[in-house]
């Protein structure tokens, strides 16, 4: 349903873009988010995005350097990421609810579709 692209090995201050694309009911998709785990800490949100586009959120950490944006004529939702920190090395995972009242959320038990993840390596 999900599929993630776009991670990789970068050097800090480096940039890279991470693209989802959906498949299947995607009718039935509202907002779009993206998540990260890094090793040896919990699930956290990275960015939301409403159906329309015109909602976003950001984590404290990444406001500034990181920007969510989705094409809905193809279905995906991207994240540039700029200025990366070794600290956002973390595999990110890309989600979608099906929850028409929400323009985005920081749980992950609102959304019902999850990619696969994709792993982001920020050397310093």
């Known amino acids: 349903q999900l599929q993630a692209s776009g991670g990789g090995l970068v050097q800090a201050g480096g940039s890279l873009r991470l693209s989802c694309a959906a498949s299947g009911r995607t009718d039935t998709i509202y907002a779009r988010g993206w998540f990260r785990r890094a090793p040896g800490k919990e699930r956290e949100v990275v960015a939301t995005?409403?159906?329309?586009?015109?909602?976003?959120h950001y984590a404290d950490s990444v406001k500034g350097r990181f920007t969510i944006s989705r094409d809905n004529s193809k279905n995906t939702v991207y994240l540039q990421m700029n200025i990366l920190k070794p600290e956002d090395t973390a595999v990110y995972y890309c989600?979608?609810?099906?929850?028409?009242?929400?323009?985005?959320?920081?749980?992950?038990?609102?959304?019902?579709?999850w990619g696969q993840g994709t792993q982001v390596t920020v050397s310093s």
């Open positions: 995005i409403s159906r329309s586009g015109n909602t976003t």
């Open positions: 989600a979608a609810s099906r929850n028409r009242f929400i323009t985005g959320s920081n749980y992950p038990n609102q959304y019902r579709y």
